[in-house]
């Protein structure tokens, strides 16, 4: 699986940002999938994920301020980030996770960065 994101950038805070991820390549299904941030100094967390059937699961700091959402024709995701505050700076990372014939593996994209700032 390969992933390509997209969105992030500077955004002052109280504004909003939309990522997309889209995973491409060759295997049975993609199952859950996700963004996690990496903050400077602090190790890399979940904020949001998402299975194939839909069942969502949030951070609480980001609960009621973002919404995932999927295509599973596409593979894709977005995260709509709204009211952000510069504790949201950070590296967002999509994730998702491949179901292959031989088995079940794990794959990240290269990150993007989101800078919330006046």
């Known amino acids: 699986v390969q992933l390509e994101e997209s969105g992030g950038g500077l955004v002052q805070p109280g504004g909003s940002l939309r990522l997309s991820c889209a995973a491409s390549?060759?295997?049975?299904?993609?199952?859950?999938m996700g963004w996690y941030r990496q903050a400077p100094g602090k190790q890399r967390e979940l904020v949001a994920s998402?299975?194939?059937?839909?069942?969502?699961s949030y951070t609480d700091s980001v609960r009621g301020r973002f919404t995932i959402s999927r295509d599973n024709a596409k593979n894709t995701i977005d995260l709509q980030m709204n009211n952000l505050q510069p504790e949201g700076t950070g590296v967002y990372y999509c994730?998702?996770?491949?179901?292959?014939?031989?088995?079940?593996?794990?794959?990240w994209g290269q990150g993007t960065q989101v800078t919330v700032s006046s």
């Open positions: 994730f998702a996770r491949g179901d292959y014939e031989v088995g079940i593996a794990d794959h």
């Open positions: 390549g060759t295997f049975l299904s993609i199952l859950d």
């Open positions: 998402i299975t194939r059937s839909r069942r969502i």
